[in-house]
């Protein structure tokens, strides 16, 4: 295929040729050479080639809670966004704490045989804080991480411990980073806004006094430590102040952090409730600074879906969370790259690259000898939010109806295309045969893929 390569792993950033043999990158040319003139070629015009987008965090709900999300389906929404690697949190019912459900869920994936799932194992028991999960049956089963995400892990020695295990297994901790003890009852932080909306307040000490204390246990253990979903101005402060000095620690901030603030609760109620809250202005710029300048590396989309009635329900009562794999792409390059707050190679690297190396997962590169997972985008193509049209389960988005630039067009995962024009394979009726792929330039006056 040819078309526009920005793959900051392979160092490429250009028009270029990828040939793509047997599943894998055999080699990437200049678009003008003739050492592959003799072969079948998907001339993707404009388009941007990029390596295959990886998330380090989803909530998919099964098994437990198949009438949010299916492995299937999350799956399918995953391709949808260019996605050709996710990562599934443990918090299912029953929580993913032994072999038996690390097995289930990979089970469901080559099943569903459209994107890479990966399984992150519960920490603790049940994720009750009590007693550390067989963390090395679990990393031998498949698990490429361990969190007891949504349930924060208060004992410190257990945390610790936790630390040391994941070093051992060479396997990241993911922090939900939250003192129940600053936050219980809350629905958003302390502020004006919140008391404006009546509800019940979390503190803003509630994340940074979390993440200070992880920062500190890391630094005594040496683990790998991986802190989720960041909101807070404080919390970035402490956490750059670590990566500036060295310690093993990554961080993640999603799209919703990053372009939203605590008003858009007023607009959009529940479907702006997540957890940890939206924060204010100082925080969103904060977030954004520290994603800019490279030192918050990881852009995760902690997509988790709800059924319509329970976010239907009032703020205080409707679940905490948004669905975010079919818009977040679009979301960071409409309001970041094409503004020129972030360039497409640090995007590439914040959705790709960096993700799949802090877990040691195959895919955030298109270097010769890699899988052949990799989305193409039409950088132009102008289109608006419809959350209806989600192949997700979930519709609970803050963004319905955003005018965004930017969309995937095509995800190709282990060489084979799971998505063409807004159609994903064995769920979309009208998907193509490949012959016709060939065929049928992706052209942006085609309005049909969208």
Not at 91 to 103: H, R
Not at 176 to 193: I, K, P, Q, W
Request: glycine share 10%; proline share 6%.
């Amino acid at each position: 295929m040819k078309g526009y390569l920005c793959d900051p792993g392979a160092g490429w950033e250009g028009r270029a040729a990828i040939l793509i043999r047997d599943g894998k990158v055999e080699a990437i040319f200049s678009d003008v050479s003739s050492d592959i003139s003799d072969l079948p070629v998907l001339d993707l015009q404009d388009h941007l080639i990029l390596p295959g987008l990886v998330d380090m965090h989803v909530h998919f709900r099964e098994p437990g809670g198949e009438y949010k999300e299916t492995i299937a389906s999350g799956s399918a929404a995953a391709v949808a966004g260019g996605f050709t690697s996710v990562v599934c949190m443990p918090n299912t019912s029953p929580p993913l704490d032994n072999v038996e459900q690390i097995c289930f869920v990979l089970e469901k994936a080559r099943l569903a045989a459209l994107a890479k799932v990966y399984p992150v194992g519960a920490v603790t028991v049940g994720q009750q804080g009590e007693k550390l999960a067989d963390h090395k049956a679990m990393a031998k089963a498949g698990a490429v991480a361990f969190s007891d995400d949504g349930r924060p892990i208060m004992n410190s020695r257990l945390m610790a411990d936790a630390l040391k295990k994941g070093l051992e297994l060479d396997c990241p901790i993911i922090a939900h980073c939250e003192d129940l003890t600053l936050s219980a009852g809350g629905v958003v932080y302390e502020g004006a806004a919140g008391r404006c909306l009546g509800g019940p307040m979390v503190s803003r000490a509630a994340e940074p006094v979390q993440v200070a204390r992880d920062l500190v246990l890391q630094r005594a253990t040496g683990g790998k430590l991986h802190l989720a979903h960041l909101s807070t101005r404080e919390s970035v402060e402490l956490f750059c102040r670590a990566r500036e000095a060295g310690q093993d620690v990554s961080a993640e901030v999603t799209p919703h952090h990053l372009l939203l603030t605590e008003e858009a609760l007023k607009v959009c109620a529940a479907d702006a409730k997540m957890n940890p809250p939206l924060g204010n202005a100082e925080d969103r710029w904060a977030l954004q600074g520290a994603l800019t300048q490279g030192l918050l590396d990881i852009v995760a989309t902690d997509h988790a879906p709800h059924h319509r009635e329970e976010k239907s329900r009032s703020l205080l009562e409707a679940p905490f969370g948004v669905v975010g794999l079919e818009t977040s792409f679009a979301l960071l390059y409409t309001f970041l790259v094409k503004k020129g707050l972030l360039t497409l190679e640090a995007l590439v690297r914040a959705m790709s690259l960096h993700p799949a190396r802090r877990l040691n997962i195959p895919g955030g590169t298109l270097s010769p000898g890699a899988t052949a997972d990799l989305v193409v985008v039409d950088p132009q193509h102008n289109w608006s939010v419809e959350k209806n049209a989600f192949f997700s389960q979930g519709k609970n988005t803050p963004f319905q109806g955003w005018k965004l630039c930017g969309s995937p067009v095509m995800t190709m995962v282990n060489g084979e295309i799971k998505m063409f024009r807004g159609r994903v394979k064995g769920v979309s009726a009208d998907f193509p045969p490949l012959a016709e792929m060939f065929k049928v330039r992706l052209d942006r006056q085609d309005e049909k893929y969208f």
